[in-house]
């Protein structure tokens, strides 16, 4: 920090020249993919309008260490930096070129600075949006590349330390989840030798099949019926439907069936197979399924929904896919394999015991998921801190 502020002293004591982004790099927009070639096996990152790849995919459009920008969706006006070739989907703006006199890393944290207004500065009703004005317009300092240099060399540091620790919750969050994994398998393999009763005995199971399957080009991108595909479900067992696309009237009404609603399961059924999600409360808005979801609708009283959700998320289930998926390139788990499945169900009392105690192991994993510890948290603001004060410049009109 001290040689930085003495560069500054002995370069530009009085201030810097600020120009407008679209004068010092050149901002482009990414290429549509279809939701239904994504998977989550692809060689590539697909980068859209979320802070997290919305998939993987095995082409690239873009090399690596590049500065991307959510264009569309919740997180529109999100920074992030690829270290890795990536594929750039239509909601991702993507900082490809910049001149020579600005050092691109220099960019991005400037843009993380920005970050918050860019956030702020979201449009429209349906799915809120950035626009490439917005951001072009931005006024960026633009000290002696030396200075730049040396303030990107001083930032990384505490983006490394903050990689560093996250790197270190991922692995404890998969030894929380193979916890998990153990001890459903264990549960209800201890079960199994009890009263089993036939899927279509305690649920209503259905999928869009036929003549009622969606293109993407009846996608919508706002709307007030949600279309919940294979790349909407979350680790945490729920459906994001912030990353969710729209479909008409028409297409919601169709099929009754397919119509999502409270204490309803959802699983994959193509491609990335078994992905799990529970509706433990209804939908802001009317929703419906593509052709890759199955709806698990409960009909038994007898049986509780949340049981059911924790047997599929069991080594149990995951056994049974793997037995019965059709497919060699793309695995498919056909209605006709799902519907001759056998669950041992319990008394009530005991299904409840059984979700009591998923439930703890579930919220073991999801307290360390969701929410950044404390160092984590600390780092992060000891960047931001820094980022703010070594980006504050006295803007001049010419040096």
Sequence with gaps: MSKINDLIKELCPNGVVYKKLKDICKIEKGKQLNKELLSEKG??????????????WNEYNFEEE????????????????????????????VVNESSDEVEYKYIYHFL????????????GAGIPSISLKEINNLKIPLPPIKIQEEIVIFLDKFSKLEAELEAELEVELEARESQYEFWSGKIFKSHMNEKTKHITDIALVKARVGWQRLTTAEYLNSGDYYLITGTDFTPEGKIDFNNCVYVTKERYEMDENIQVHENDILITKDGTLGKIAFLDIEPDKLTTLNSGVFRIKITDENVLPKYIYHYFNSKVFKDFIEKVKTGSTIPHLTQEKLVGLDIPIPNIKEQEKIINILDKFAGLTRSISVGLPDEIELRRKQYEYYRNKLLSFEEVDSL
């Design 43 to 56: 060689l590539y990152p697909v980068m859209n309008g979320g802070i997290s790849p919305s998939g993987y």
């Design 66 to 93: 590049k500065i991307t920008i959510s264009q569309g969706g919740a997180s529109a006006g999100y920074i992030n930096y690829l270290t890795s070739k990536f594929w750039a989907g239509a909601h991702c703006y």
């Design 112 to 123: 993380k600075e920005k970050q918050k207004y860019l956030l702020s500065s979201q449009v």
